[in-house]
């Protein structure tokens, strides 16, 4: 089992060309990855796309990780699901997540942790969650689980556009305040 | 105000929420605004930890086989020393290997403990509600009828949406082709899809020698107008709705990449035309696919060479007229 350390490590090597520490990064984290891309893309054909540009992409930019700013799961999570969503953007709505096969990954966000599952970090930023309104905090979530953009969360929830936006711009900057920097 | 802009736009930028311009205008400021670059990362790591709740899922094996072929053609030599020594990462189950997915062995059949009903818990647990029950119960009785309706239409439009899929596809495959091999397509569809590569030869260029670019804040909101002449290379900046300056100075930049620094085009006068001259050493090509922005910088321009002040307006180029259909003979 590999612990957040040994990552930071492995993601150290590879920055130095280890393409044996690339192999142990991908074998580590990639169902991590695939579960993240499938729920905003839908179609495995276009998550094997990105999982290939996020890994070539790690494996150029290692170097770049800095360990005091971001965990190595974030940092890899986060170039995956930019990627996604530029994809979904880029190819207009309809295109992708209209299809049925799409819906049924995308509908819905993640089945609840117990407690004791939950990292420290996640712990406080549901805390910070939690104080929303409940409607608030189904928006956020579903935006990051699924990609959902500001005129899809509208559509799909049937509400109108502006008070998406004016709901999401308060959660955020609650949420910032709620857990400080 | 401006501050929280930025901060909510950084924010909107990793929660995935943006549309595609706005996410273009993100990118450009995380280019060369190193603030904006940081509030980025900080909601990276703050929103970042919702991944954990994420089911894995197993990738095909052929995604491995594709990464490590690419890299092996980068470095071939030490590709293939790695080959040799270690094979396909099987032996490592996700599911027991990941520092993070140990949370995940157990979670399709664990549920929540007795403290789920604390603050703490409760998004999670309401956000395992599919949305429209959800939508449902938030809308109240009269407005869960609406849901029903809008469920029966869109099992009702599927069949469009289908169609349109299709359609799609179909175009993305002719602008493929249109790119990768214009000579594949019948003449008369050549035109339209040959327009942005074909002009980037020289001999191949149509009447327009023109390109555009609407320098935004939000999509309603044009303040400058760009017109790029390549031929004649120069630009003309036109002020739209572009608030005044209040002693200080608009500067415009060309972005070419997230690692080359931007280049200055020179400071916007307060006329409503402004010319200046592009760079010798910039291609057509760059021109096209570079971002246009302009940031507010001290009077008289940045005094720097760099961008100091706020990036406050991006766009990228399009064609101004379309080009004429000019088959090869």
């Known amino acids: 089992m590999l612990t957040q ?87 207009g709505e309809a295109s992708i997540e209209d299809e049925p096969e799409a819906l049924s990954v995308a ?18 930023l549901l805390a910070c969650l939690g104080k929303l309104d409940p409607e608030k905090q189904r928006i956020v979530l579903l935006a990051y689980y699924s990609g959902w953009s500001r005129e899809q969360l509208a559509r799909k929830l049937d509400i109108p556009a502006n008070t998406i936006k004016t709901w999401l711009r308060r959660s955020l900057l609650e949420i910032r305040g709620c857990m400080g920097s | 105000m401006f501050e929280e802009d930025q901060e909510t736009l950084a924010a909107e930028y990793v929660l995935g ?16 605004d190193p603030e904006f670059d940081a509030a980025v990362k900080q909601w990276e790591r703050r929103l970042g930890e919702l991944n ?51 949370l995940f062995a157990e979670t399709a059949t664990t549920q929540p403990d007795e403290n789920a009903g604390e603050a703490a818990a409760t998004p999670a647990n309401d956000a395992a509600a599919p949305p429209p029950l959800a939508a449902k119960r938030a809308a109240g009785v009269e407005r869960g009828a609406d849901v029903v309706r809008l469920r029966k239409r869109v099992g009702r439009w599927r069949g469009f949406t289908v169609a349109f899929a299709a359609i799609a596809a179909l175009l993305a495959a002719y602008i493929a082709v249109s790119k990768v091999a214009p000579d594949l397509l019948p003449p008369q569809l050549r035109a339209v899809g040959a327009n942005l590569m074909a002009r980037t030869e020289p001999q191949e260029r149509g009447p327009s020698d023109r390109l555009v670019a609407v320098l935004q804040q939000t999509p309603i909101a044009p303040a400058f107008l760009l017109t790029v002449d390549t031929q ?40 409503e035309f402004t010319q200046r001259s592009l760079p010798a050493n910039v291609d057509l090509e760059t021109l096209r696919s570079a971002t246009y922005a302009v940031s507010l910088e001290p009077a008289g321009g940045s005094p720097t060479g760099a961008p100091t002040g706020p990036v406050l307006f991006t766009g990228k180029a399009v064609d101004s007229l379309p080009s004429s259909p000019t088959p090869k003979t």
Do not use: C
């Open chain 2, 17 to 32: 929420t943006l549309s595609a311009e706005e996410r273009e205008h993100a990118e450009a400021l995380r280019s060369f």
């Open chain 2, 52 to 102: 954990v709740m994420v089911e894995a899922v197993e990738p095909p094996a052929e995604v491995w086989d594709k990464i490590k072929g690419e890299i092996s053609a980068e470095m071939p030599a030490e590709a293939e020393a790695a080959a040799e020594t270690e094979s396909v990462p099987d032996l490592e189950s996700p599911a027991t290997v990941d520092a993070t997915d140990f």
């Open chain 1, 107 to 124: 509908a819905d966000t993640p089945p609840p942790l117990a407690r004791r599952e939950m990292t420290e970090e996640l712990r406080r």
């Open chain 2, 232 to 271: 004649q290379r120069t630009v003309v900046v036109r002020r739209i709705a572009a608030g005044q300056e209040n002693g200080r100075s608009y500067e415009l930049w060309l972005i070419t990449g997230r690692s080359a620094p931007p280049k200055s085009l020179g400071v916007v006068g307060s006329d």
């Open chain 1, 5 to 91: 350390a040994e990552l930071v490590e492995l993601l150290a090597e590879v920055a130095k060309g280890d393409s044996g520490a690339f192999e142990r990064l991908y074998g580590a984290t990639r169902a991590k990855l695939y579960g993240v891309l499938l729920r905003i893309l839908g179609r495995p054909e276009l998550a094997d796309e990105v999982m290939q540009e996020t890994y070539l992409k790690v494996w150029k930019s290692a170097a770049s990780f800095d360990p005091a700013i971001a965990s190595p799961i974030t940092w890899m999570v986060a170039i995956a699901r930019n990627r996604a969503i530029d994809i979904v953007r880029k190819r």
